[in-house]
T-cell receptor
């Protein structure tokens, strides 16, 4: 059963870079790693996805080491609006052979002025 | 294009009643999955549907059920409501689902309160 482990919470200040690491020791060969952001009373929103090495888009970077047992979401120069819960997601091979996505507990990021 | 639409957004029920929640996926998305979110348990997978068939199910009692229609719209039903069923129920759609490579698009959720 693929599971993820993330820090429960992190604090930062505006303008700083924030790195959130997720551990997924049992990741399967065909699993992708996806990060979502969630604000209160809203559904999670896709941030970034990767399989290996490094992926970068307009809002974040995702670093995945060669063994893929962990991944790090990097948010450059955070602002107050980045205060949210961040979830790391990997697939889980359900008993039908199709993957279901297992959310971890998430990391609550608080950005202060 | 329109996002994932969930109705109703808020509802209050009493113990023993049943509730039906609706989810309209993004046009063209064939996979719909449901999640329960509570402060204590976080986001938990309920089930996933694809082409009107349930492909995966989470560890929830049989009181939780769902279905998907030919237009990919989905409903979930909770019967004999318990206080512990109070939660935010989230629906997500994706093109094909069934693979971690498929990105989920979530709706805003249905907030259920059981009194």
């Amino acid at each position: 059963l693929a599971k993820t482990t993330q820090p429960i919470s992190m604090d930062s200040y505006e303008g700083q870079e924030v790195n959130i690491t997720c551990s997924h020791n049992n990741i399967a060969t065909n699993d992708y790693i996806t990060w979502y952001q969630q604000f209160p009373s809203q559904g999670p929103r896709f941030i970034i996805q990767g399989y290996k090495t490094k992926v970068t888009n307009e809002v974040a970077s995702l670093f995945i080491p060669a063994d893929r047992k962990s991944s790090t979401l990097s948010l450059p120069r955070v602002s107050l609006s980045d205060t949210a819960v961040y979830y790391c997601l990997v697939g889980d091979e359900g008993n039908t052979g199709f993957q279901k996505l297992v959310f971890g507990t998430g990391t609550r990021l608080l950005v202060s002025p | 294009k329109a996002g994932v639409t969930q109705t109703p957004r808020y509802l209050i029920k009493t113990r023993g009643q049943q509730v039906t929640l609706s989810c309209s996926p993004i046009s063209g998305h064939r996979s719909v999955s449901w999640y329960q979110q509570t402060p204590g348990q976080g986001l938990q997978f309920l089930f996933e549907y694809f082409s009107e068939t349930q492909r995966n199910k989470g560890n929830f009692p049989g009181r939780f059920s769902g279905r998907q229609f030919s237009n990919s719209r989905s409903e979930m039903n909770v019967s004999t409501l318990e206080l512990g069923d109070s939660a935010l129920y989230l629906c997500a759609s994706s093109l094909e689902g069934g693979n971690g490579a498929n990105v989920l698009t979530f709706g805003a959720g249905s907030r259920l309160t059981v009194l």
